[in-house]
């Protein structure tokens, strides 16, 4: 009988991200024979919840909702909440001891950046250790070189593009560093997408006199949707006519609302909440458009490209490798002007996205779900 290796997995919440959607979808492909998985999670929350496999033992610290206001009646759930995961990243014992039965692990692994201090501090010292980062740490504020290099106390640390490879390939001072960096292509399945992508569209009426941009994402700053909605406001005030239109949740979701009213294009800007099931919008949209201010490797424009939609993205990490370079989507300038600049175009001339379609509709995907899981499943088969 084949002694199954015992992986511990941690990720916040199971919420409508792309990493987690990314983490369930790896789970959801992984051979049942091989592994004993506790899949432990700060907030018992989230969209993906309901697909994770049987199999699995999740685990929680606390249940219920993710609360993304300051409302006075949610303050103490939230503050507790706060406090006492603080406590146990602080006192790791409590955690192994009382959460987890002083279970002894093979794997411990973070399934996203957030989680690097409370894997490379478990009193599991046995256990082999492992990172998944789907961001471009360079660019968030608080990750200096110096905390960046933390991340090689991990005996592996999984990447997701070239970008965020070489990032980590230039910050290691020895080639034992290096060989710790693998980049696997995030698994996403194709065929779900194109299944999905037929049903019928709810909540929404597309104009087909009017162009419709549709952007996907969770609701948070990273995602740019707040310049998203000013040029969708400067280019209404110029006369071209179109519209917007935002899918996800998210903390900065009444934020981004309030914007939207302040700017006076409620009418225009639709901001339809989290679907589990965006693509018959992505399919209806006319152009797909990533405002993003910086990102890992865009899920998202994954899932536009598969639908073969014109895509306007601006310069992020991944964007260059997912749209060769500017050969299957337009690449804009990563600002408020690049967005601006590639909006105009799509409609002043929209004859200059054919030829990114006919491409699209040559192009095979060099990523695949069966190559993502097998290597990821190779790196926990090897530690």
């Given amino acids: 009988m084949i002694q199954k290796k015992k992986i511990l997995i941690r990720i916040g919440s199971l919420r409508h991200g792309g990493a987690e959607k990314v983490l369930v979808t790896f789970l959801k492909n992984l051979p049942e024979d091989l592994y004993e998985i506790d899949l432990l999670l700060n907030l018992y929350s989230g969209k ?7 199999w699995i033992n999740i685990i929680y610290l606390n249940k219920g909702e993710m609360i993304t206001t300051n409302r006075l009646q949610d303050i103490p759930e939230k503050a507790a909440r706060v406090i006492f995961q603080r406590v146990l990243k602080e006192f790791p014992d409590l955690l192994y001891t009382l959460i987890l039965k002083d279970k002894k692990y093979d794997i411990e692994f973070a399934a996203i950046h957030g989680m690097r201090d409370e894997i490379l501090h478990s009193t599991n010292h046995s256990s082999k250790k492992i ?18 290099r933390k991340f090689f106390g991990f005996d592996k640390v999984m990447v997701i593009s070239q970008k965020i490879e070489q990032l980590f390939l230039n910050l290691a001072k020895n080639d034992t560093e290096k060989q ?10 194709t065929e779900e997408i194109f299944e999905k992508a037929e049903r019928p569209v709810t909540n929404y009426e597309f104009d ?19 310049r998203l909605l000013k040029v969708h406001k400067k280019l209404l ?14 903390y900065d979701f009444e934020n981004i609302k ?8 409620d009418s225009t800007a639709t901001m339809l909440g989290f ?4 693509y018959p919008y992505f399919k209806n949209a006319d152009y797909y458009i990533l405002s993003s201010r910086y990102e890992g490797f865009p899920t998202v424009l994954f899932e536009a490209i598969t639908l073969k939609k014109k895509i306007i993205a601006t310069e992020v990490s991944g964007v260059n490798e997912m749209l060769q370079n500017g050969e299957l989507g337009l690449i804009t300038e990563n600002s408020d002007e690049g967005i601006y600049l590639g909006m105009k175009k799509a409609m002043t001339d929209p004859e200059s996205f054919t030829v990114y379609t006919e491409r699209l509709n040559n192009y095979t995907m060099p990523f695949n779900l069966q190559n993502s899981v097998a290597k990821i499943v190779s790196v926990l088969n090897e530690l």
């Fill in 208 to 226: 087909p006199s009017i162009p419709t941009f549709i952007s996907v994402g969770t609701v948070f700053p990273q995602k740019g949707f707040d």
């Fill in 258 to 265: 309030n914007l939207k009213t302040e700017l006076g294009v």
């Fill in 131 to 148: 990172m998944w980062i789907h961001n471009d740490l360079s660019q968030v504020k608080q990750y200096t070189d110096e905390e960046i």
């Fill in 48 to 54: 993906y919840l309901s697909e994770v496999p049987d």
């Fill in 275 to 278: 679907t589990d099931n965006p």
């Fill in 180 to 189: 710790k960096i693998v980049r696997i292509y995030n698994p996403l399945d």
């Fill in 237 to 250: 005030d110029e006369g071209f006519r179109h519209k917007i239109l935002i899918v996800g949740d998210g």
